[in-house]
């Protein structure tokens, strides 16, 4: 037995489209309109989950009662932070398309999630839906 690397890789665009926070809230509220409305998969990963739950992955990372301007806020921090440059992050230019850049976060794990920022940071872009909106996957 030993501790594992575990982390995300995520590739997309370097900069980000000036409406980048206007899409993200877009997403964000529809995801909640379909949250009240009563999920019972997930988005992100496709398992099967309790209605008003959280998946094994993390996802969704708003609820059903998350106010218009805290979605506003999460949106605004998450695109905000994009390329992340946090302590346990990497990252490279896309050789095969210098507009795109590839990122890893992560750290050596005995089973829990690292906690390093940049981690937790993709962790979230990804379980919030905007990562694949703004094209980051
Ligand atoms: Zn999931």
């Known amino acids: 037995m030993g501790a594992d690397m575990c982390g995300y890789i995520v590739k997309g665009p370097a900069k980000l489209p000036k409406n980048a926070v206007e899409l993200a809230i877009k997403s964000l509220k529809a995801q909640r309109k379909r949250l009240i409305a009563g999920v019972r998969k997930c988005e992100v990963c496709g398992q099967d989950m309790a209605e008003g739950g959280t998946c094994s992955c993390g996802w969704p990372v708003i609820e059903k009662e998350t106010t218009d301007y805290g979605i ?5 921090n998450l695109v905000d932070a994009w390329a992340p440059t946090y302590r346990d992050c990497c990252s490279r230019k896309d050789p095969d398309d210098p507009k795109q850049i590839i990122v890893f976060a992560g ?5 829990d999630d690292p906690e ?21 996957r």
């Not at 506003?72 to 605004?76: D, G, P, V, Y």
């Not at 750290?107 to 089973?111: A, R, T, V």
């Open 72 to 76: 506003s806020m999460l949106a605004r």
């Open 107 to 111: 750290d050596m794990s005995w089973g």
């Open 116 to 136: 390093g920022s940049g981690y937790q940071y993709l962790k979230e872009l990804i379980n919030s839906g905007i990562g694949e909106v703004l094209g980051i």
